[in-house]
């Protein structure tokens, strides 16, 4: 591991959403931390989206429970003498409340757990922040965001991070701007997708079950199509077995599933008429503000009118805020999830993706 030779403070790992990324945190680089002597708190801000604060304060108390007897009185000595302070809890109170509350209880600050997780990792403390984008999506997170910067800025070579996330364009608006709060804060990496392999591993699986081949080329062309998704491989091998089905009969029943569960066809019949039709063209590849392409759009347009530079723009920034679409700059976008951009491909493209 990189921060074990101080090579670098914090990596910002990026997967698109059932890419598998927790599962790896959670199942490969967290025994991983510990084998190698590290203290680790591992925090998914969206387990409580209106509090990252508590959310990060509550994986730094546990972490700090879950070490020994004798570092924790350690840690406990060595505590600064703070009590709760600018902690907002909510939970059907008002925050002055909520604060006075807590402090009478004696719960410590984000300052007084950052310190004593600090000391407890003696120079080996991982904290691990999934869904970090969260932290850009109100400005009232921006306080405790730049708290965090600085906590961690200042226990440089002591208290590692890494930050995990889903969306592109969140972790631009957290990572990558001039004004963001973490700006060239750590390297980023993309989460590998699984290959090949993958597929051959449920081959053996299937055949070692039924003594029969299954169809694992197949199989993976499906894969690729439905978005690389590690779910939907799992569950089209599960399916393709209990029911002793072929694998394209059993991806008409996973990939339905699929677009039912995430509601696709509702979310695009939802869409304005020029949003649709934008949409298509991040899929199709189209050069959206392209006057050609503008003029393209009038004849599908209820208005019968070109739409306007401003009136694409517009319509992006809708899309963008709820998570469907990513800015990548220079006038690209791309479809966040997936799963989505497969079922999109084959609505735009008459299912080229089988």
């Not at 406990?76 to 709760?84: D, E, N, Q, V």
């Not at 809890?89 to 807590?102: F, K, P, R, T, W």
């Not at 899309?319 to 990548?328: E, G, P, S, T």
Request: proline content about 4%.
């Amino acid at each position: 591991m990189g921060f074990e030779n101080q090579l670098q403070q914090a990596t910002t790992l990026f997967a698109p959403r059932r890419k598998g990324k927790t599962q790896f945190l959670l199942r490969d680089l967290v025994p991983l931390a510990e084998a190698r002597g590290f203290v680790v708190a591992y925090a998914d801000l969206w387990s409580n989206k209106d509090d990252p604060e508590r959310v990060i304060c509550a994986a730094l108390a546990k972490a700090l429970h879950e070490t020994s007897l004798l570092t924790r009185i350690e840690t406990w000595w060595a505590r600064p003498k703070r009590s709760l302070k600018g902690m907002k809890v909510g939970l059907g109170m008002d925050s002055a409340s909520a604060e006075a509350e807590l402090a009478e209880a004696g719960i410590p600050s984000i300052h007084e757990l950052f310190e004593r997780f600090n000391i407890a990792g003696k120079g080996k403390a991982l904290l691990i922040v999934d869904e970090v984008q969260h932290l850009a999506t109100r400005p009232a997170f921006e306080n405790f965001t730049a708290t965090l910067r600085s906590l961690l800025t200042t226990s440089q070579g002591s208290v590692f991070a890494v930050f995990t996330g889903s969306s592109q364009d969140g972790l631009t608006n957290i990572f990558r701007r001039s004004k963001a709060p973490f700006y060239q804060f750590g390297s980023q990496l993309n989460f590998p997708d699984l290959g090949r392999e993958f597929s051959e591993h449920f081959g053996r699986l299937y055949r070692e079950t039924t003594s029969k081949a299954w169809e694992v080329e197949q199989a993976y062309r499906l894969y690729v199509a439905r978005g690389m998704t590690p779910h939907y491989l799992r569950t089209l091998f599960t399916t393709s077995l209990t029911q002793g089905i072929p694998v394209k009969e059993a991806d008409k029943i996973v990939w339905a599933g699929m677009v039912d569960e995430g509601q696709f066809t509702t979310l695009l019949q939802d869409l304005p008429p020029l949003d649709q039709l934008l949409l298509r063209g991040i899929v199709i590849g189209e050069s959206l503000y392209a006057d050609e392409y503008r003029r393209s759009l009038a004849d599908e347009l209820p208005s019968g009118l070109v739409p306007t530079t401003q009136q694409v723009q517009a319509g992006l920034e809708r899309m963008r805020k709820r998570d469907l679409i990513a800015n990548l700059g220079h006038g690209q976008w791309s479809v966040e999830e997936q799963a989505l951009e497969s079922f999109l491909r084959g609505v735009y493209r008459g299912g080229e993706e089988e």
